[in-house]
C-alpha cells in the first residue's frame, strides 16, 4: 500500500504564501502522476496542479501566475508553492497520486490539508 502524508496547510492573510507537500511511502512503487486537487465549501473538487515524472506539468488558469507545482522523485514528494493567495484560494487541498505496484495501477488521495485565507 501507498502512504500519502501531507504537510504545510494553515491560516495565512491575504497575499502572503505558503508551501504544501505531500509525501509518499511504501515499497515497490513507482509514481507516473502527482496532483493537487482543492475543494471549497459547497463546491466540487477541483484541480489544482499536476505533474508527471518526467517534470511537464499543467496549472489551472485560475492560479497559474500564483501557484507552481514541482517534484522530488527521488523523495516521492510533491510541492504546491503558493503565493500571493486570495480568500478565494481558501479550501481543503487534497494530494493525489497515481502510479504502479506489482504491475498495478493505483490512485490515491491524501486526507486533505486545509488552507485558510483571510481577506
Known amino acids: 500500500q501507498v502512504q500519502l502524508v501531507e504537510s504545510g496547510g494553515g491560516y495565512v492573510q491575504a497575499g502572503g504564501s505558503l508551501r504544501l507537500s505531500c509525501a509518499a511511502s511504501g515499497t515497490g512503487f513507482s509514481i507516473g502522476y502527482m496532483g493537487w486537487y482543492r475543494q471549497a465549501p459547497g463546491k466540487e473538487r477541483e484541480l489544482v496542479a499536476g505533474?508527471?515524472?518526467?517534470?511537464?506539468?499543467n496549472v489551472a488558469e485560475s492560479v497559474k501566475d500564483r501557484f507552481t507545482i514541482s517534484r522530488d522523485n527521488a523523495k516521492n514528494t510533491v510541492y504546491l508553492q503558493m503565493n500571493s493567495l486570495k480568500s478565494e484560494d481558501t479550501a481543503v487541498y487534497y494530494c493525489?497520486?497515481?502510479?504502479?505496484?506489482?504491475?498495478?495501477?493505483?490512485?490515491?488521495w491524501g486526507q486533505g490539508t486545509q488552507v485558510t485565507v483571510s481577506s
Open positions: 505533474i508527471i515524472s518526467a517534470g511537464t506539468s
Open positions: 493525489y497520486v497515481g502510479g504502479l505496484r506489482g504491475g498495478d495501477e493505483f490512485r490515491y
